[in-house]
């Protein structure tokens, strides 16, 4: 306990603080672990006194007598939060943590040139090498009915041709079994496909489905699921995660038709703004040409900064980074 951050150790209490935030994406939810530990590392759940203010939950990795904290989707940054309170909750993080140590953070907020003073003057910076695009897109879906006006030539298209195949659409909650199974079917032949390593197994699945906010949304044919996407809802924001889609789902032009009604579904769920994960440069192209097609805005995330205690140790993280990847964006 610190007159700066608190710690909550219990899945239940930290989800219960984070009621306190308009934006809550999924890496920082307590689905992702329901343990103090997730993958054999500590899990750290900290935050502000005052709440609704700050909330960061991350992993902590410590070797050779350094403490890595990685934050994925975080820090969360409230309406509540103050330059004040931002300083004090990263000086007693740092404490926390210890001397050698440093902060890794990935936020998916969308990006406030405050924050970013914020985040400087707390010591933090943009990091030595960059491991995910800073860029998404977001699509109103509070457009409902117009929606339609602002897709491509092409989805609308292959939306067209999905209906007179005679798809249908499913939404179905990750606590279903069959759901999860008939996801990652899809998922892995489509990575497979695509010669890309899968990152998501049946273990991660079963946790995530214990969060009602957690949805499975296909399009089929004739009872057979051709397409799937795994999205996140949160109050008035949805993220897309993953997506499959079958060989013969491709002929039908399965994943433009389940696209487009997962927007309208959401808009009629009460959701606001869809987030369809991050775009950019590089090897999957196709996939940024597909969701390009919804008309969505670009926005920036606030994206990766970090702060260690000794200058070498970001710089030696980087360079092992970098040597472990195949390629640059």
Known sequence: MSDGLHEIGDSAAWDQALQAFDFVPPGQTSAWSHSPQFRGHDMLRLVSPKPGAVAVQGILKRSMGVARLIVNDGPLLGKACDEETWLAFVEALKERIGKTSLVSFASMQPYDPVHEVWLRRAGFQRPWSSNASPLTLYVNCAKKAALDADFSQDW???????????????????ADAQARADFLRLYFETFSIKGIDANIDTPMLEGLGADPRWFAFFSAEAGKRLSARLVFVSGAYAFDFAAGTSAEGRKLSSSHFLAACVLRHLGDAGVAEFDFGRVGPGRYDSIDHFKYG??????????????????W???????????KRSERW
Do not use: D, M, Q, T
């Open 313 to 323: 140790l970001e710089l030696a993280i980087a360079a092992a980074g970098f040597l």
């Open 294 to 311: 919804s008309g969505g805005r670009p926005v920036s995330y606030l994206g990766e900064w970090s702060s260690s205690s000794r200058p």
């Open 156 to 174: 609308r298209k292959n939306i067209r041709k999905g209906k007179k195949k005679g798809l249908v659409f499913e939404a179905v909650g990750l």
